[in-house]
């Protein structure tokens, strides 16, 4: 959580490091009121930190329907009778303030001015604090900018993001930006681990601010490969739809029984034993809520095997962050008794000499297009629980690799469970080959 200090003005930041979300704590503790940009759906850290500012939230304020996490907006109307302020083009379909461009909202003393900045989505706003700060959620991050390719055609949402970047262009250059995204996530391909930074210096130094033409913005904006995460549509739904309270206790079990487990403990102990037909995510790694989303299907009867409570509540809490709200409980003891052999990168390349093992890059395309192993196979770990081993030969044992080992190991869990026999790589990856390398260039790039 970040505080920026103002002369009487309550500012917090708060980060999600996994999703790369943020969202914004802000008020006037002299009157004793805030209001709450973007809530993420765990929203005890936002009451305690309102309590410890002596403010009480009287709004929720949003930026737009978000795709990428589901809000806590539901929890604050249901738990505490807090309103929620979205601009009417969301048509959500629950209890409202609408938002309107040019409007002027206030917690005590502290003026909050509605900018409408359609792009991203059509009902997207961002928010002037004070006259001295901006929250431009998803339109401009640090570095770059929002994706539009989410609620509706690509160039139609590029269109419009390239005409609120100019307003937004336009504010002071003094103004401080804080996005409702930092690096991390999904929703734009070159943001900046940043979590803040001013509109001049935005002007200077983030090349989406750099075009002059409509057109020529589209064509770039709308071309774009980032992964359109599977959960984006259920989320974007659970957004628009009734109030979601509180979630379940997550309920300890003695057995797993019928369904998927998701194994959230690190690739080692996965490795050493696992239960046969599990997924492995380990929670301890960066993106574990949208890697799993990439494994996972929401209408399946999900366990998760952790190594204790707290990891266990932990993977839960990002699961239900990205639209998995029903979970079938956790397990730390279970029958155990798969194993993975992962492999070193001097033993792949011995073992790939003499021909004994298909190499599986899990890697995204353009990753693989900057250097990859001469004969290797390609598939993102993100496709292959839909793919399994088409197209990939399996008279041989498949060997994952990708940049540090991560996605190898969700990769070879998921082709597994499968009935393959996979080993991943670790420890190392593609850019630490010692072998030779192959690059790939595509028309068009440079």
Known sequence: ??????????FRQFVDDDLGCASYLIGDPSKGEAMLVDPA????????????????????????????HVSGHGRFALEHGVPTAVHPLAEPEFPFEPLQDGEE???????????????????HCAFVVDDRLVLTGDSLFIGDA??????????????????????????????????????????????????????????????????????????AAASLSTPRPPTTARVVALNKGPFIGAPARLEHLDEPGDGTILDVRPAEMFAAGHVRGAFNVPVSGSSFATRAGFVLDPEERIVIHA??????????????????????????????????APMGLEELERLLEQGEVQVLDVREKSERDEGYIPGSLHIPFRLLRECGADGMGTEKPIVTICE???????????????????????????NDWPGGTVSFRRCGST
Request: charge should be negative; glycine fraction near 10%; proline fraction near 4%.
């Open 105 to 123: 909202l206030t917690a005590g003393s502290l003026a909050v001015r509605v900018i409408h900045t359609p792009g991203h989505r059509p009902e």
């Open 146 to 219: 929002a994706r539009p390719d989410l609620a509706i055609e690509a160039r139609a949402g590029a269109e419009g993001l390239f005409h609120s970047l100019q307003r937004l262009a336009h504010l002071p250059d003094a103004y401080e930006v804080y996005p409702g995204h930092v690096a991390g996530s999904l929703c734009g391909a070159s943001m900046s681990p940043a979590h803040s930074s001013t509109i001049g210096d935005e002007k200077r130094t983030n090349a989406k601010l750099e075009y002059g033409d409509a057109q020529a913005f589209i064509n």
């Open 404 to 430: 540090s080992g991560m996605r190898a190991s969700i990769a070879a869990s998921v082709l597994t469970a499968a009935g393959v026999d996979a080993r991943p790589v670790l420890h190392g990856g593609v």
């Open 1 to 10: 959580m970040g505080a920026v200090s103002f002369s009487g003005v309550l």
């Open 307 to 340: 190594s204790g409570e707290g990891e266990a509540a932990e993977a839960a809490q990002g699961l239900r962050a990205v639209g998995f709200l029903e979970l079938a409980g956790y397990v730390t003891a279970a029958q155990a008794t798969e194993k993975l």
């Open 41 to 68: 759906y765990a929203i005890e850290q936002y009451l305690e930190a309102a309590d410890d500012a002596g403010v009480r939230i009287v709004r929720v304020l949003e930026t737009h329907t978000h795709a990428d």
